[in-house]
T-cell receptor
Framework: GDSVTQMEGPVTLSEEAFLTINCTYT??????LFWYVQYPGEGLQLLLKATKADDKGSNKGFEATYRKETTSFHLEKGSVQVSDSAVYFCALSHAGGTSYGKLTFGQGTILTVHP | DAGVIQSPRHEVTEMGQEVTLRCKPISGHDYLFWYRQTMMRGLELLIY????????DSGMPEDRFSAKMPNASFSTLKIQPSEPRDSAVYFC????????????FGPGTRLTVL
């Protein structure tokens, strides 16, 4: 079955540091890939997505590139802010078949950014 | 546009009591999902519906849990009887039927069973 593996956290950085959160997946076919973010006390929000190989999703300074050859979708940001402190989830979904719409999540990575 | 609405936001109950969580999906979305989030197990999909019909309930932990979707704008997740190990944050999410697989999450219901 499908699975998503994220780097273990928590990740602690100073403001303006470079961020990478690794994500690899196992799936058949060509899933869509997502990064969701969960701020304290809130539900998950879509941060960015990519629907085919070599696509780059980007939003709020975050980027991730769909790498089919390495089955990866690593999240990066060049300069983090305190307000980026949150839990980040990598996820995949299939656009068709019996699993349509069903998201498979990684375990989440806690990011804390200090001033 | 209003997002996914969940109620209550917080629920504290005693073991053995019935608990009902409610969700209103985004208008026009045909898929509705119920998740449970705990520190130990992370995010777990409990059940999801398409056009008000349950499609996959394999994530429902046991018979104490049940979910219904009587119409396109309302769903409930019921736990009867509740147990302390049911304490968690329960999320509802919805998504459109075609062309996108993004899910939109509600703010969650934090359930504490004493």
């Amino acid at each position: 079955g499908d699975s998503v593996t994220q780097m273990e956290g928590p990740v602690t950085l100073s403001e303006e540091a470079f961020l990478t959160i690794n994500c690899t997946y196992t799936a058949t076919g060509y899933p869509s890939l997502f990064w969701y973010v969960q701020y304290p006390g809130e539900g998950l929000q879509l941060l960015l997505k990519a629907t085919k190989a070599d696509d780059k999703g980007s939003n709020k300074g975050f980027e991730a590139t769909y790498r089919k050859e390495t089955t990866s979708f690593h999240l990066e940001k060049g300069s983090v802010q305190v307000s980026d402190s949150a839990v980040y989830f990598c996820a995949l979904s299939h656009a068709g078949g019996t699993s349509y719409g069903k998201l498979t999540f990684g375990q989440g990575t806690i990011l804390t950014v200090h001033p | 546009d209003a997002g996914v609405i969940q109620s209550p936001r917080h629920e504290v109950t005693e073991m053995g009591q019935e608990v009902t969580l409610r969700c209103k999906p985004i208008s026009g979305h045909d898929y509705l999902f119920w998740y449970r989030q705990t520190m130990m197990r992370g995010l777990e999909l409990l059940i999801y519906f398409n056009n008000n019909v349950p499609i996959d309930d394999s994530g429902m932990p046991e018979d104490r849990f049940s979910a219904k979707m009587p119409n396109a704008s309302f769903s409930t997740l019921k736990i009867q009887p509740s147990e302390p190990r049911d304490s968690a944050v329960y999320f509802c999410a919805s998504s459109p039927s075609f062309g996108q697989t993004e899910q939109f999450f509600g703010p969650g219901t934090r359930l504490t069973v004493l």
